[in-house]
């Protein structure tokens, strides 16, 4: 008897209660709440990155203290200065420069004779007065290397364009580096130009990644 009674004043009811119907519109807004709340931090963390790099002069460029090792080291970066020496002319320094890397590389897995072969090759194409890709290079050392390779032995030792290639590199960091770290290309490379700032953002040089 009391039980009955009190029972409906706490609306107690043992039945079960039927199931929430799917909503879309409560899960489209969740999905939103989700996205906001991921997107929006990311955001105004990368809006803070930019604008600190935006504020960088081209000036202060010259502080990124980077060697052409490393632009050389890097895809990116040598494709960047590749394109710098096009809009120069004077593609075939870097040229040289590779060949010499891949010729000594290949030395001692290649047979004497066709290592020859192909450092007279290499040196008919970028060496010899007049040739189309000639490189600019002191006169002693190209008189030199033709000794070595007209001296009528059939090898060539691994170091043969080490003292050559050394003074192309040096005219390359020393001359035409300095001036590609003045151009628009550096400034890709480094992740200062707004095109190409989000997509370094992430992969900073070592220079920026100390900085910032």
């Known amino acids: ?20 119907p799917f909503s879309f519109g409560v899960f489209a807004d969740f999905a939103v709440l989700v ?25 202060e460029i010259e502080d ?5 090792s490393e632009v050389l ?7 960047l200065f590749e394109e710098h020496l096009v809009n120069e002319v004077s593609l075939e320094n870097l040229a040289f420069w ?3 890397n891949t010729w000594r590389e290949k030395h001692e897995s290649t047979s004497s004779d066709i290592s020859k072969i192909e450092a007279q090759n290499i040196y008919s194409r970028y060496l010899v007065a007049g040739s189309v890709f000639q490189v600019n290079v002191s006169e002693s050392l190209i008189l030199k290397l033709r ?5 009528g032995t059939y090898s ?19 001359d035409t ?28 040089s070592s220079k920026m990644s100390q900085n910032l």
């Open 64 to 68: 990124y203290d980077i060697p052409l």
């Open 35 to 59: 996205f906001f709340i991921y997107t929006v931090p990311l955001q105004v963390y990368l809006s803070y990155k930019i604008g600190i790099l935006k504020n960088i002069k081209g000036s």
């Open 147 to 151: 000794e070595t390779l007209t001296s």
């Open 73 to 79: 080291n890097s895809d990116v970066g040598a494709r």
């Open 156 to 174: 060539v030792p691994s170091n043969l364009f080490d003292e050559v290639q050394t003074e192309v590199y040096q005219l390359m960091s020393y």
């Open 98 to 100: 590779r060949i010499v």
């Open 1 to 20: 008897g009391l039980l009955s009674f009190f029972l409906p004043l706490f609306n107690f009811s043992f039945e079960k209660e039927p199931p929430v």
């Open 177 to 204: 580096f300095q001036r590609f770290k003045q151009t628009d290309l550096f400034r890709q490379y480094l992740g200062l130009d707004e095109e190409t700032t989000i997509a370094h953002t992430f992969t900073p």
